[in-house]
């Protein structure tokens, strides 16, 4: 069974920067898509980054791209997001999701089926 694990986030400061990280687990990243998404309550997800199989191409929202940058590990099956110059509005839950399908148009969450946990990122002083 797929799983996916989260770690990272946390509180910064205004401008700083943080990781999420997902871990794939009964499957290999190499093999797998996957996308990150952010969530506010009672909102659906905002399309982040994806990096899809089997060569990790990558795609970002056009408003995250400068500022966040998606990469992986293969040795360690994960995949982590990078966010720098954080802002005040970047406070929200972030989550990884996975699919065996190839692309980096998929977008949406409904093109995905399998979910990490969660990690609540905070920029504040």
């Known amino acids: 069974q797929v799983q996916l694990v989260e ?22 990243v190499t ?8 969530h506010a309550p009672g909102k659906e997800g905002e399309f982040v980054a994806v990096s899809t199989w089997p060569g990790g ?33 970047d406070t929200i839950v972030y989550c990884c999701a996975g699919s065996r399908r190839k692309g980096t148009s998929k977008r949406t969450t409904c093109e995905y089926k399998i979910w990490g946990g969660g990690r609540q990122v905070t920029v504040s002083r």
């Open 57 to 89: 191409s990558k795609g970002y929202a056009d408003s995250m791209k400068g500022r966040f940058t998606i990469s992986r590990d293969n040795n360690k099956n994960t995949m982590y997001l990078r966010m720098n110059f954080l802002k005040g509005e």
């Open 31 to 38: 093999s797998y898509t996957i996308a990150w998404f952010r």
């Open 7 to 28: 770690s990272g986030g946390g509180l910064v400061q205004p401008g700083g920067s943080l990781n999420v990280s997902c871990t794939t687990v009964g499957v290999y």
